[in-house]
């Protein structure tokens, strides 16, 4: 079956990074868009950024452009996403999703998803 598992979570201070992985099994990932969204508490699932199945067209959340960048090793089942200058506000448990072909930003477009990895910015 298909399995989206995440790592790299973690508590950091603000304005230090980190860099998440999430590793995907049971689908040709190489036909897969794979997105990052993150969810804090009390607060609804929010979109972050996605990466088409090439690599090719990649999209980000206002909130972390400039500062996270995702892709893809096709080669590796695997999406990154390397998150820099962290903010208090970043703190999430932080998901991988797959949907075939095209990234999208909307969650219920997504088929697959991760359990999750927490991420704790302390200010």
């Known amino acids: 079956q298909v399995q989206l598992v995440e790592s790299g979570g973690g508590l950091v201070q603000a304005g230090g990074s980190l860099r998440l992985s999430c590793a995907a099994s049971g689908l040709t990932f190489s036909t897969y868009a794979m997105g990052w969204f993150r969810q804090a508490p009390g607060k609804e699932r929010e979109f972050v950024a996605a990466?088409?199945?090439?690599?090719?067209?990649?999209d980000y959340g206002d909130s972390v452009k400039g500062r996270f960048t995702i892709s893809r090793d096709n080669g590796n089942n695997t999406v990154y996403l390397q998150m820099n200058s962290l903010k208090s506000e970043d703190t999430a448990v932080y998901y991988c999703?797959?949907?075939?072909?095209?990234?999208?930003?909307?969650?219920?477009?997504?088929?697959?998803w991760g359990q999750g990895t927490q991420v704790t910015v302390s200010s």
């Open positions: 999703a797959g949907k075939l072909w095209v990234a999208t930003m909307t969650p219920g477009e997504y088929n697959y």
């Open positions: 990466i088409s199945w090439s690599g090719r067209n990649i």
